[in-house]
């Protein structure tokens, strides 16, 4: 018998194979386990990209520097993001066909890319991936610089002044990337932030990203190739989430298109595919996928750059969505082109404090960005948005808006009407399903409704979370985001249903609107507040003020 190299005797012969097969399975679960985690370490980073830059890098002491190590600070799994490696094998996560067509590319000379960083309180490890995958997985010639701008982190302050000493010497003078370090002494937010790197930028086109991203293999390659044939068009990656607990990387998916509401809320909507059209060709989108652009840096520029008088954080993807959109531009979504980024739960960082007590911070901040854009951009559409956003009435604005303006002149911009025609309809269906919408107030009360059984309420018509009703025009239903109806129940109970999606059970819900009176039309009795706190159903009096209803805003028939 043959076991181990050696003939043995029967007796042996079971511990050999016993060791041999207790051999084969540790070898099965570390084999297995390198293969689940699939990250690299830095030496194999350099078989990996055959060069010796990194071998400067003592990362895992860069980032035992890192001086916060609280899950919650950061908002995703800083533990797991310090072991997971400097840079790791990603998942191929798109169609089969982009790796095997060559693109059509530009030469370098004409298109090379600015990436613009802007950074608060990030964990050196998640940066540092961020940066390496980049460095890694990006043709060299066509990447021009990288701008990296740290936005006033309250912790960590030595991080940018280290990466600029690390980078330094890992690049010395033999590479040609341009390196733009900037740090803001004080916290600017990131549409700020962004700005400045981009305004000092020199690539013929700009990129921005998150901090906590990781480019897939060949991402650049087909944007340059969209970018090359149309000098108006910005582009986006398909963005793959990262889940901020097991930084698993997912395929993300080709079947969205970006858009938003009339809260102007960022949303992802279903696309359709056209005859002939594959999953992994680029489409049109309304908005961006999410914050991730490239374009021309000078037609960035030229559009007056992200809304300088945005606050912080959000909306200002939106906002140069729908300006490029109607001063001439196109935004294309480019599924062969994969980047990863971690969506994490709630926010990582603070709003500074604002003066309105019934907003948070943060509610107050986005509503002021939001508003910002209504009043730039929606002509009379903006009484939507005030409709579902009342709040934002109060919201002072401290400039005016000659600038926009000039650009909505000189590039003889389209007016928001065109937007809805031509690019997102989908907006445009509000108005053809919906009598009215908005909240509905009785008084100096509105409708409140909490949540589904509860029953409605009547309260201040500024909470910051007052109820948005729509009616539908076809079915006489009263919903709250199209999901809960408004239904007169036994007993006369009013309550908030599921809404019925058949006629039987529709009848209960149905609403007839007889001026300003909300006529049940079941039972034949009208809403009505007689005490000032409390719906009730009662017969109809034209005349009773408890019983008139106003929408915050009526569509044209
Ligand atoms: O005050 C701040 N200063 C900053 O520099 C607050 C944040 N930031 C940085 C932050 O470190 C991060 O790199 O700005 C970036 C975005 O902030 P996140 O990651 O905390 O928020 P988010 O992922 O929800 O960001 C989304 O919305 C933003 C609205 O202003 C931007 O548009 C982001 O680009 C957008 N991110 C994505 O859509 C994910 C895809 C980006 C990629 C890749
Ligand atoms: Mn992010």
């Not at 043959?2 to 679960?29: N, T």
């Not at 395929?251 to 960022?266: A, P, Q």
């Not at 709630?346 to 960005?369: K, V």
């Not at 034949?524 to 005349?543: A, F, G, I, Q």
Request: glycine share 6%; with cysteine.
């Amino acid at each position: 018998m043959y076991a181990g190299g050696k003939y043995c005797a029967p007796r042996h012969c079971s511990f050999y194979i016993i060791a041999f097969l207790i051999c084969q399975l540790v070898f099965l679960v570390i084999f297995i386990r390198n293969d689940r985690n699939d990250d690299i370490n830095a030496g194999e980073l350099l078989a990996y990209k055959n060069e010796s830059f990194y071998n400067y890098l003592d990362w895992r002491l860069f980032i035992s520097h890192t001086p916060e190590t609280s899950e919650d600070f950061y908002q995703y799994n800083i533990h797991l993001s310090n072991a997971v490696g400097l840079i790791r094998k990603l998942p191929v996560t798109r169609h089969s066909s982009c790796t095997t067509r060559n693109p059509i590319l530009p030469s370098p000379l004409e298109a090379n890319v600015s990436v613009v960083i802007s950074f608060h309180n990030e964990a050196r490890s998640m940066l540092l991936r961020t940066i390496v995958s980049l460095l890694s997985r990006t043709p060299e010639d066509y990447l021009h610089e990288l701008i990296l701008v740290d936005d006033g982190s309250q912790r960590d302050v030595t991080l940018l002044d280290d990466l600029k000493r690390w980078m330094g010497a890992v690049f010395g003078s033999r590479y040609r990337l341009g390196l733009i370090f900037l740090r803001n002494q004080e916290r600017m937010g990131l549409i700020w932030s962004r700005n400045r790197g981009a305004s000092l930028a020199s690539g013929r086109y700009v990129l921005f990203l998150d901090s906590h991203c990781e480019v897939n293999e060949g991402w650049l390659e087909p944007l340059l190739e969209r970018l090359a044939r149309n000098t108006n068009l910005a582009v986006s990656p398909l963005l793959d989430p990262i889940d901020p607990t097991t930084l698993s990387y997912r395929k993300g998916n080709e079947m969205l298109k970006g858009g938003f509401d009339w809260s102007l809320h960022f949303h992802w909507l279903k696309r359709k595919l056209a005859n002939q059209e594959r999953l992994e060709m680029p489409y049109q989108s309304p908005v961006f996928a999410g914050g991730v652009l490239m374009m021309s840096r000078e037609w960035f520029l030229k559009l007056g750059s992200f809304n300088p008088y945005l606050k912080i954080w959000g909306g200002e993807s939106i906002e140069l969505a729908i300006k490029l959109w109607l001063c001439g531009g196109q935004i294309e979504i480019v599924p062969c082109s994969r980047i990863g980024h971690i969506f994490r739960r709630r926010h990582a960082f603070d709003f500074p404090p604002q003066s309105d007590r019934q907003l948070s911070p943060a509610q107050e901040t986005y509503l002021h960005n939001s508003k910002i854009i209504a009043e730039s951009w929606l002509d009379e559409y903006k009484n939507m948005f005030y409709a579902l956003r009342p709040a934002a009435r109060r919201i002072p604005l401290d400039h005016t808006y000659d600038e926009l303006q000039r650009i909505r002149t000189e590039r003889r911009c389209h007016p928001f009407e065109w937007y809805l025609r031509h690019v997102s309809p989908e907006l445009r269906m509000h108005f053809d399903e919906l009598s009215a919408t908005g909240t509905l107030r009785n008084e100096d009360r509105c409708v409140h409704a909490r949540q589904k059984d509860s029953q409605p309420i009547l309260a201040s018509c500024y909470l910051s979370d007052i109820t948005q009703w729509s009616m539908l025009r076809q079915s006489g239903q009263l919903s709250t985001h199209r999901e809960f109806c408004l239904a007169v129940g036994f007993g006369m109970r009013i309550a908030l249903e599921a809404c019925g999606r058949n006629e039987t059970a529709r009848r209960s819900q149905r609403w007839v609107r007889l001026g300003t009176h909300l006529l049940h039309a079941e039972t034949h009795l009208c809403l009505d507040n007689p005490l000032k706190d409390r719906l009730v159903m009662s017969t109809c009096r034209s005349h009773a003020v408890s019983q008139s209803f106003q929408f915050a805003l009526e569509m044209e028939g």
